[in-house]
């Protein structure tokens, strides 16, 4: 593996933590992210993760209880400044777990952080909503 | 004003905007923000909005749609890396909105820049969603 600090690179990384989380590699998904005390996760409906255990703790049973997703990335933004690449995007998912399939759709702000050592992006916040799509609809509710 | 590139002060930038909100006065909201491409948001429930303009637009609609709403900031952690700010929070909501009044929670992503011209953060990400408190259950859905 080996990053630069580019905003190809950074898609690429995107792209990869997607194709991971796929692939329910639980070895893979853990040598994505950050082991840090600033390691962040939100899973759609779930409340905020804090620190690499129980962020890294959310995706073993995550990836334990799902059986297959799939993701399509829409509407991705990309931003490097300095070391932090700052992407935004839309995820379309579609899942079985327990026993049903579901399609859903989740806004993300993904946050990396360039490792010169280890020669990659390292994610440390994933924050994903439950989202309509976006621009599908003029109307949106007012909170 | 004159913020300074420091934690004290990008917890200080943080707070503001949520009194800001509070106070339901656009223009002060409109001055918090970064007028670039670059400005995302994501309101629970809503889908993202991308640069200033819709962005601005949406917080004019729910400012005008809004007649009290009162946060309470918990769980805030805030990290400087370079000239961003990255804040993190869980957002305990009373609004009175549409003649009803309603509690809800909200995690929450914040991310600012350091203006240096305007010696202020700026406000150029805001990603809120629907969530259980932190820490109040040990069971968390599963996706």
Excluded at 72 to 93: F, H, N, P, S
Aim: charge should be negative.
């Amino acid at each position: 593996m080996s990053d630069s600090p580019t905003v190809a690179s950074l898609i690429a990384a995107n792209e990869r933590f997607y194709r991971t989380f796929e692939s329910l590699d639980y070895a893979a998904m853990d040598a994505l992210w950050e082991h840090s005390d600033r390691a962040f996760c939100v899973h759609p409906g779930w409340p905020p993760l804090h620190g690499a255990k129980p962020v890294l703790e959310s995706w073993w049973r995550i990836i334990g209880n799902t059986s297959d997703i799939r993701f399509a990335l829409l509407a991705v933004t990309a931003r490097v400044e300095g070391t932090l690449g700052i992407v935004t995007l839309y995820e379309q998912i579609q899942s079985v777990a327990g026993g049903g399939q579901q399609g859903s759709g989740a806004a993300t702000t993904n946050l990396f952080a360039f490792d010169a050592e280890a020669g990659m992006w390292k994610l440390f916040h994933h924050h994903a909503s439950p989202s309509p799509l976006p621009g599908g609809d003029t109307e949106t509710p007012l909170n």
